[in-house]
């Protein structure tokens, strides 16, 4: 990742991640209390659109790595180290993607040129791969883009919100195209069913939802995929609607002060996260589960193996 990548994720989705959550905002702009000391009114500004920031209080601003370089008073160096560790939803390194150009902006000047049924073998080794069968088929679709002006076709499989956009993932990618969003869906249920329509269970990525769909197969009611940490607010708006509110999110820094905001609003709401507590998030822990399934059938066919010898050589 260089200053520029960096620089285009949203910076309020930085300073969700480090545990920073804003006093007030709106579309066009956010205010919080001074990240760098303490204060009792909130004078650091963050401008959504331009994404950068001003601290009335100091008399300084900037972009992400200069907010970064003095929040953890470092080198641009270090700052881009610290960067390319993180999970920052609305940002995946790209030097792997097939038929791609490296340098390319990501979430930047899309145009998708066909969406259809997952088709793709590539796709579906990648479902295989994160423990996912096609069971979970029907949630998604193929989704065939160009960035930019450049003529290469690249596919992912695509996951729709509610406002008609598109998260995208495949083996090297992760981004987004057109309108950032929730998505909401009913599961297993009429549009029209009123049983269990009052029960939610809530994600941080599409990913831990096909992983959730595919160990409680026959769950019914409503799942919401946050789609981005940044969508906080308009997650806990949608989860008003509900009486009972079912947790899955990240256990990293950011799902933590997202599971946090969410039980200070909704008291009531069910953490679910203690199910996989030694894990980052869900779907790595259906990994997991699937892997030591696998080693202890292995185990039984080999003793079984085991067995069948001893006996053979006791009759001979």
Same mark, same amino acid.
């Given at each position: 990742?260089?200053?520029?990548?960096?620089?285009?994720?949203?910076?309020?989705?930085?300073?969700?991640?480090?545990?920073?959550?804003?006093?007030?905002?709106?579309?066009?702009?956010?205010?919080?209390?001074?990240?760098?000391?303490?204060?009792?009114?909130?004078?650091?500004?963050?401008?959504?659109?331009?994404?950068?920031?001003?601290?009335?209080? *100091?008399?300084?601003?900037?972009?992400?790595?200069?907010?970064?370089?003095?929040?953890?008073?470092?080198?641009?160096k270090e700052v881009l180290e610290w960067a390319e560790k993180q999970n920052f939803s609305s940002f995946h390194p790209q030097t792997k993607i097939p038929q791609s150009d490296t340098n390319l902006k990501p979430n930047k000047n899309y145009q998708i040129t066909e969406i259809k049924e997952?088709?793709?073998?590539?796709?579906?080794?990648?479902?295989?791969? #994160?423990?996912?069968? @096609?069971?979970?088929?029907?949630?998604?679709?193929? %989704?065939?883009?160009?960035?930019?002006?450049?003529?290469?076709?690249?596919?992912?499989?695509?996951?729709?919100?509610?406002?008609?956009?598109?998260?995208? #993932?495949?083996?090297?990618?992760?981004?987004?195209?057109?309108?950032?969003?929730?998505?909401?869906?009913?599961?297993? &249920? *009429?549009?029209?069913?009123?049983?269990?329509?009052?029960?939610?269970?809530?994600?941080?990525?599409?990913?831990?939802?096909?992983?959730? %769909?595919?160990?409680?197969?026959? $769950?019914?009611?409503?799942?919401?995929?946050?789609?981005?940490?940044?969508?906080?607010?308009?997650?806990? @708006?949608?989860?008003?609607?509900?009486?009972?509110?079912?947790? $899955?999110?990240?256990?990293?820094?950011?799902?933590?002060?997202?599971?946090? *905001?969410?039980?200070?609003?909704?008291?009531?709401?069910?953490?679910?996260?203690?199910?996989?507590?030694?894990?980052?998030?869900?779907?790595?822990?259906?990994?997991?589960?699937?892997?030591?399934?696998?080693?202890?059938?292995?185990?039984?066919?080999?003793?079984? &193996?085991? &067995?069948?010898? &001893?006996?053979?050589?006791?009759?001979?």
């Amino acid at each position: 990742m260089n200053c520029k990548q960096f620089n285009t994720i949203p910076l309020e989705e930085v300073l969700l991640s480090l545990g920073h959550l804003p006093t007030k905002h709106n579309e066009k702009e956010a205010w919080f209390l001074n990240p760098f000391g303490t204060e009792t009114h909130a004078s650091f500004k963050l401008d959504k659109k331009q994404n950068v920031w001003y601290l009335h209080s *100091e008399g300084i601003g900037g972009n992400n790595t200069e907010f970064m370089k003095k929040y953890l008073n470092i080198s641009v160096k270090e700052v881009l180290e610290w960067a390319e560790k993180q999970n920052f939803s609305s940002f995946h390194p790209q030097t792997k993607i097939p038929q791609s150009d490296t340098n390319l902006k990501p979430n930047k000047n899309y145009q998708i040129t066909e969406i259809k049924e997952l088709q793709n073998e590539n796709l579906m080794n990648y479902l295989q791969q #994160r423990g996912l069968s @096609e069971m979970v088929y029907p949630l998604i679709r193929e %989704v065939h883009f160009k960035i930019g002006d450049k003529n290469q076709n690249l596919y992912a499989i695509g996951f729709e919100n509610n406002s008609g956009g598109c998260e995208l #993932r495949n083996s090297f990618y992760k981004g987004s195209v057109l309108k950032k969003d929730v998505s909401v869906i009913r599961l297993n &249920q *009429e549009s029209d069913d009123r049983f269990n329509n009052k029960n939610v269970v809530v994600f941080e990525g599409f990913m831990d939802l096909l992983s959730f %769909v595919e160990m409680k197969r026959f $769950f019914k009611g409503d799942v919401l995929v946050m789609n981005s940490i940044a969508l906080l607010n308009k997650t806990k @708006e949608h989860l008003k609607n509900y009486s009972e509110i079912h947790l $899955f999110l990240d256990n990293d820094q950011a799902g933590k002060v997202c599971k946090d *905001e969410i039980l200070k609003t909704f008291p009531k709401a069910n953490d679910c996260s203690e199910i996989y507590s030694e894990n980052k998030d869900l779907n790595e822990f259906l990994i997991e589960r699937i892997k030591k399934e696998s080693e202890i059938l292995h185990q039984k066919e080999q003793n079984e &193996q085991q &067995q069948n010898v &001893q006996g053979f050589k006791r009759r001979r």
